[in-house]
């Protein structure tokens, strides 16, 4: 409970930009690795784009070359960049964190969402 805290979210027109931001705890920015999801009305929840604790990055194929997530040490925060929104881009945004171990047990969080919305 609590340990991502999500901010960023609103009202957009398509073609604008939001940034999203999650800030956690030293510990889990450290070792785990951080994403981004999405869920829109009456969809199941898609990944969006993770980040490594080594900077590694991933990307859903419909936000390449528009979305950016990126990770800051010194706030122990990863952001997701959006750019060029379109309305198809219009869900609730959630950050998730995830560590699995060699043994194979799974440590997983969730923020508590931040809504996305892109209309004119």
């Known amino acids: 409970q609590g340990q991502l805290v999500e901010s960023g979210g609103g009202l957009v027109q398509p073609g604008g930009s939001l940034r999203l931001s999650c800030a956690t705890s030293?510990?889990?920015?450290?070792?785990?690795?951080m994403g981004w999801y999405r869920q829109a009305p009456g969809k199941q929840r898609e990944l969006v784009a993770a980040?490594?604790?080594?900077?590694?990055?991933d990307y859903s194929d419909s936000v390449k070359g528009r979305f950016t997530i990126s990770r800051d040490t010194a706030k122990n925060t990863v952001y997701l960049q959006m750019n060029s929104l379109k309305p198809e881009d219009t869900a609730d945004y959630f950050c998730?964190?995830?560590?699995?171990?060699?043994?194979?047990?799974?440590?997983?969080?969730w923020g508590q969402g931040t809504q996305v919305t892109v209309s004119s």
């Open positions: 998730n964190a995830i560590l699995t171990t060699s043994g194979g047990r799974k440590f997983e969080y």
């Open positions: 030293r510990t889990i920015f450290g070792i785990y690795t």
């Open positions: 980040i490594s604790s080594g900077g590694s990055t």
